[in-house]
């Protein structure tokens, strides 16, 4: 059974929801935490709005989480093995960037594996975010270009490229292509 844009928008929401409400969290408080507005929380925890990449990252760091950690399963693994068919998809409403959840959800790897489809032209931005200055990350290149953007360096990746970098930055994802791009990020949640 295919997922729609409303599944997602749906699991979004009452992923928030129940978050916030297990870190005792009010609406103002995250709102706090975050930067997001109380009002923009409440119409995602509604599934009126589909909130962007970055505006997620905001929510999922005030909450004490990366963004792969915001979309995995609080259930135990089932299956040490994650078949594609299976794998959690999510459209960036603002790029239409596809992020898919490739890791096996439920294990206790500090280490989550996302596939990124980026349409050509697109960027997303990053704040700094104190939460993230212990995890790192891997950006492995495999069709087209990407331009990582990190403080004033600008990282020109072509396929088969793999820039290391932490995520406590500001840093920018750029496809400065007319051709989209496909890369793997590779996350480690911890030293």
């Known amino acids: 059974m295919e997922t729609t844009d409303h599944d997602i928008e749906n699991a979004i929401s009452e992923r928030l929801k129940r978050l916030r409400g297990r870190a005792g969290l009010t609406l103002d408080d995250l709102a706090s935490r975050s930067g ?107 069709e087209g270009v990407l331009e990582m953007i990190i403080g004033e360096t600008v990282h020109r990746l072509h396929p088969g490229d793999c820039l290391y970098m932490d995520i406590g930055d500001a840093f920018d994802f750029h496809n400065p292509s007319d051709r989209p791009a496909r890369y793997a990020v590779v996350l480690d949640r911890g030293r």
């Open 36 to 142: 997001v507005s109380r009002a923009m929380i409440s119409r995602i925890e509604r599934a009126e709005a589909s909130p962007t990449a970055a505006l997620l990252a905001r929510l999922s760091e005030a909450l004490g989480l990366s963004l792969s950690a915001f979309f995995a399963d609080d259930e135990p693994a089932t299956s040490p093995l994650s078949r594609h068919a299976d794998q959690r998809l999510w459209r960036d409403p603002h790029t239409g960037y596809v992020r898919r959840s490739v890791s096996p959800p439920g294990t206790p790897s500090r280490v989550d594996i996302v596939e990124v489809d980026f349409p050509a032209g697109a960027r997303v931005s990053f704040p700094p975010r104190e939460e993230s200055r212990v995890m790192t990350q891997h950006v492995w290149l495999f």
